[in-house]
């Protein structure tokens, strides 16, 4: 299973959802009663389920939300930061009771997933009602930056990611078809775009970001897979030789912020995709 870090979570997910939830109506959240958010991580999607979901109704009881990770110690940061409730397991043998959630819901989990179907299959088995996916579409990132390298290294590393990653991190387009092969009904696809802005002045998190870019710890996180995708005869250049302009721009970065005339605005487009469980099965 792919690691991430808390930083890195808190990091992608800072902002997501907060300026629209327009994308997310198909999962009619208002009249939600019991949500599972599966590969929850640190639990920032868990959060915007929870507050779309508490009833206009103020008589009636809020939904039960729920974020299940496979992993122990997202969790630990997921739980420190709210009430909710939390568990801990896998998504291809979730530990629930059939029908036990009437949506389950995953966000950057399937792009992870070397067998996504099979998850696919247990968030219908544990949905009554609803099923949906947000996916981010990484083949279709945009980068705008005053450090002009930053967009075309930017792209390096992530078609070498896409190269050399073993599970399908371009799904996005796929998984209306998964969910008809699985048997949902009444398939719909919307798209949020994530912009994130970097300007001054900086938080401290993105001048961390800057720091990493600097030293190439950032990229090291995913040395693993972008080794793969670029050490090869037929990549435009090697690891060692990516990671080297890397942390040449990232000291640009710095220079800039320090005279504060560094901005950057990255683009990820998401793909949700939501289906119903026939009510026969
Ligand atoms: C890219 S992160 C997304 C986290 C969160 N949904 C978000 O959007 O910020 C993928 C998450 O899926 C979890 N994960 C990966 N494989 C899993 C599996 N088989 N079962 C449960 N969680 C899994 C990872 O631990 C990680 O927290």
């Known amino acids: 299973m792919r690691r991430f870090s808390a930083a890195y979570l808190s990091r992608t997910r800072a902002g997501m959802w907060a300026d629209s939830i327009a994308a997310l109506s198909d999962l009619d959240l208002p009249n939600r009663r019991r949500i599972l958010d599966v590969g929850c991580g640190t639990g920032e999607l868990t959060q915007v389920l929870a507050a779309a979901s508490q009833s206009e109704n103020t008589n009636a009881a809020p939904a039960r939300v729920v974020g299940l990770d496979a992993d122990r110690s997202l969790l630990d940061v997921a739980q420190s930061e709210t009430d909710l409730e939390y568990a801990q397991g896998d998504a291809t043998a979730l530990p629930f ?53 930053e967009q075309r290294l930017e792209q390096t590393a992530r078609d070498a990611f896409v190269r050399g990653v073993n599970t399908d991190v371009s799904i996005g387009d796929a998984v209306p078809s998964l969910f008809d092969s699985i048997g949902l009904q009444e398939i719909s696809t919307a798209r949020y775009h994530h912009e994130k802005r970097t300007e001054p002045p900086y938080s401290s998190a993105e001048l961390s970001d800057a720091a990493a870019k600097a030293s190439g710890s950032g990229l090291d996180d995913h040395a693993t897979e972008l080794r793969r995708g670029l050490d090869t005869e037929t990549a435009p250049t ?44």
């Open 238 to 281: 090697s690891y060692d030789e990516l990671r080297s302009q890397w942390r040449e721009m990232g000291r640009s970065i710095v220079e800039q912020m320090q005279d504060s005339s560094y901005r950057r605005v990255e683009v990820v487009p998401f793909d949700v995709t939501v289906g119903r469980v026939p009510s026969d099965t």
């Open 97 to 149: 009771a059939d029908d036990a959630f009437d949506l389950v819901v995953c966000q950057a989990l399937l792009i992870n997933l070397p067998k996504p179907a099979a998850a696919l299959e247990e968030f219908a088995r544990v949905s009554s009602d609803l099923v949906a996916t947000i996916e981010p579409n990484n083949a279709h990132v945009g980068v705008d930056s005053t450090v002009e390298a």
